[in-house]
């Protein structure tokens, strides 16, 4: 009688002490699980933000390029406009003397006497 008291005990503290594993591994696979799911949320908000940032990073590289191209242009043209206008003068220079040596011909050098 006392073996089978025993075994009866033995087998009562197994189921109790499987009965505890299970709902301490049940609880910790919850608490896994939800710990998956905040991390999830966050990396996709952390990826959103990064997105954002990038979206933003590229407006403004955009813009910093369009002002720069816009100034170049501007430049560009300021700088035509100046060798059109020094072209323009050296060409009448190089025309006035043309004019003026005829003009300093005729004049009469002084005699010998």
């Known amino acids: 009688m006392n073996s089978r008291f025993l075994i009866v005990l033995t087998a009562l503290a197994a189921a ?3 009965a505890a ?3 301490d591994s049940s609880k910790a696979a919850a608490d896994a699980k ?3 799911a905040e991390a999830a ?3 996709k908000e952390a990826a959103s933000k ?3 940032a990038t979206k933003e990073a ?3 590289a955009t813009d910093a390029t369009k002002d720069a191209a816009a100034k170049a242009a501007d430049a560009t043209k300021e700088a035509a406009t100046k060798a059109t206008d ?3 003068d050296a060409m009448k220079s190089s025309e006035a003397p043309k004019d003026a040596a005829p003009a300093a011909a005729p004049a009469e050098a002084p005699k010998k006497q």
Do not use: S, V
Request: glycine fraction near 4%.
């Open 16 to 18: 109790t002490t499987l």
């Open 21 to 23: 594993c299970g709902q």
């Open 34 to 36: 939800k710990a998956a």
């Open 41 to 43: 949320d966050k990396a």
């Open 50 to 52: 990064a997105a954002e």
């Open 58 to 60: 590229a407006k403004e």
């Open 86 to 88: 020094a072209t323009k």
